[in-house]
Nanobody
Framework: QVQLAESGGGLVQAGGSLRLSCAAS????????MGWFRQAPGNEREFVAAISGSASSTYYADSVKGRFTISRDNAKNTVWLQMNSLKPEDTAVYYC?????????????????WGQGTQVTVSS
């Protein structure tokens, strides 16, 4: 069983930055791909970014490419999402997710474990 805990959300003005953290429990963190997803009110949950277990591969949604960066430290069982140049349309609850394997995917159905989410609000 893997438990995930996100932190770092908050209220920020457009153009600002936030760094989300996701701390994972368990001894197999380095063998698990991790992903960030988000869900705005009235919308379906959507893919934001993903990173392989070895950190050799990263993937981003087109809407955040060039502004967001996903990274991880396997020694600390932590994955981060650095969000720069934030826009009001980035407002959502952001979720951290873990897969059972090393390869990163963009589909939420590939992820077995989910955190509770952290709210990000970007004001215009």
């Amino acid at each position: 069983q893997v438990q995930l805990a996100e932190s770092g959300g908050g209220l920020v003005q457009a153009g600002g930055s936030l760094r989300l953290s996701c701390a994972a429990s368990g001894r197999t963190f380095s063998s698990r791909a991790m992903g960030w997803f988000r869900q705005a009110p009235g919308n379906e949950r959507e893919f934001v970014a993903a990173i392989s277990g070895s950190a050799s591969s990263t993937y981003y949604a087109d809407s955040v490419k060039g502004r967001f960066t996903i990274s991880r430290d396997n020694a600390k069982n932590t994955v981060w999402l650095q969000m720069n140049s934030l826009k009001p349309e980035d407002t959502a609850v952001y979720y951290c997710a873990a897969r059972l394997g090393n390869y990163a995917y963009m589909q939420s159905s590939e992820y077995a474990y989910w955190g509770q989410g952290t709210q990000v609000t970007v004001s215009s």
